[in-house]
C-alpha cells in the first residue's frame, strides 16, 4: 500500500521517551498530523498501553510511532495481535537509543523524519519471533541483558542514554556481580551444543544498547537473523575487549562466533536474562524464528 493512499492513520506518543524529553514534541506532532489526513494523535500514560492501543486499531492503514524501540516494539506487537502486520509503520526516533531507527535509515532530527513519512516510500523488512513476540531489532541472552535491565533501573538516576548509560551499567556490573553462563544452543533445528557464553545476541538490525555494533553485518531484509555468540571472558578481558565489539570490530576474536539462521534455540537450567527490543525478559528457554518481510515501514527514499 502507498503511504499516500492510506486513508486511517494513527499517531502514538510515548511522552515518558528519552526521560520525558519526547514530551515537548506533542504539539509539533499534532501539526504534522494535519498532512497526514488529519491522523489521531495518541499520547500513551503507563506502560503497555501502546499494544493496546495498536491491539484495538480497526480498518487502519498507518501508525507512525514517536517514541525509542520500547513504544515500537510496543505497537508491532499489538498489531501482531490482532493480526494487522500489513499496517504501514512510520517512526519518528524520540527515544535514547533508537537502534531501529537506525537500522531503516531513519533520521534523528524531527522535521527530516517527519519529510521523509510524508514523502511515503515503504519497505518490507523481516521480524524475529520469540516465544509469542515479535521483535523489530534485536533480542540480547546473558550478560548484555543484565547490563541492559540495569540501565533501565538507572537512566533516570543517570539522566543519561545510549552508550554513556550503557557503559555506565556496565562499570556497576563489572565492579559488582560478574558471571557468564552454561547453555545448550542450537541453530537452525540442528545438533544441540554445551557452552559457557558470555552473551549471545540474536539481531535483526546491526545494533543494539544505542548503538552498540554487535552484528556489524545485519539486514533486516535479508531473511536472516545474525547471530554473535561470545564465549566466556574473564572479567578483566572483557574491558579491553569491549571497544572493539561497540565498534563492530571483534570478528578477530577467538571468542567471538557469528552466524546467519532462520532459527536459534537457548537452553539454561538456570534463569537467563534477556532483552527484547529492550524488554527484560527472564526464561530458561528461547525459540527465535525469522518472519521475512512481515512489516512495512516508511523509509527515505
Same mark, same amino acid.
Given at each position: &500500500? ?42 500513551? !500514560?503507563?506502560?503497555?498501553?501502546? !499494544? ?18 520500547? #513504544? ?14 500489513? +499496517? ?7 527515544? #535514547? =537509543? ?7 535509515? &531513519? ?14 516510500? !515503504?519497505?518490507?523488512? *523481516?521480524?524475529?519471533?520469540? *516465544?509469542?513476540?515479535?521483535? !523489530?531489532?534485536?533480542?540480547?541472552? =546473558?550478560? *548484555? ?15 543519561? #542514554? ?5 557503559? /555506565?551499567?556496565?562499570?556497576?556490573? &563489572? ?14 533445528? =540442528? ?15 546491526? /545494533? ?12 533486516? /531484509? ?30 578477530? &576474536? ?30 530458561? +528457554? ?16
Amino acid at each position: &500500500m502507498a503511504w499516500p493512499g492510506a486513508r486511517i492513520i494513527k499517531v502514538i506518543v510515548n511522552p515518558q521517551a528519552n526521560h520525558g524529553q519526547a514530551a515537548a514534541l506533542i504539539p509539533a506532532v499534532r501539526q504534522a498530523a494535519v498532512h497526514w489526513n488529519n491522523a489521531e494523535v495518541l499520547v500513551t !500514560t503507563h506502560y503497555g498501553q501502546a !499494544t493496546e492501543m495498536a491491539a484495538e486499531f480497526i480498518g487502519v492503514d498507518g501508525v507512525i510511532v514517536v517514541g525509542g524501540d520500547g #513504544s515500537i516494539f510496543e505497537v508491532v506487537n499489538g498489531l501482531a495481535a490482532a493480526g494487522r502486520l500489513d +499496517t504501514v509503520l512510520g517512526i519518528i526516533p524520540a527515544g #535514547s =537509543g533508537n537502534d531501529f531507527a537506525k537500522a531503516i535509515g &531513519m533520521p534523528r532530527d524531527f522535521k527530516a523524519a517527519v519529510s521523509v513519512i510524508g514523502q511515503g516510500k !515503504t519497505r518490507s523488512i *523481516d521480524l524475529g519471533a520469540a *516465544d509469542g513476540r515479535v521483535f !523489530t531489532n534485536s533480542l540480547a541472552v =546473558g550478560f *548484555d541483558a543484565r547490563v541492559a535491565h540495569l540501565a533501565n533501573e538507572i537512566k533516570e538516576e543517570t539522566r543519561q #542514554s545510549g552508550i554513556r548509560l550503557y557503559l /555506565t551499567a556496565l562499570w556497576r556490573i &563489572m565492579f559488582g556481580d560478574y558471571y557468564c553462563h552454561d547453555v545448550r544452543l542450537r541453530l537452525n533445528d =540442528g545438533e544441540w551444543v554445551e557452552k559457557k557464553i558470555l552473551l549471545a545476541a540474536i539481531n535483526n538490525g546491526s /545494533t543494539y544498547g544505542g548503538g552498540f555494533k554487535i552484528t556489524p553485518d545485519a539486514d533486516n /531484509t535479508d531473511g536472516w537473523l545474525d547471530v554473535c555468540v561470545i564465549d566466556a571472558l574473564p572479567r578483566r578481558q572483557v574491558f579491553w575487549r569491549l571497544p572493539f565489539a561497540i565498534a563492530g570490530r571483534h570478528k578477530w &576474536m577467538k571468542q567471538a562466533s557469528f552466524y546467519r539462521v532462520t532459527s536459534v534455540d537457548i537452553q539454561s537450567d538456570a534463569p537467563l536474562p534477556a532483552a527484547l527490543d529492550g524488554e527484560l525478559i527472564i526464561n530458561k +528457554t528461547f525459540r527465535v524464528e525469522i518472519k521475512p518481510g512481515a512489516l512495512e515501514v516508511l523509509v527515505e527514499s
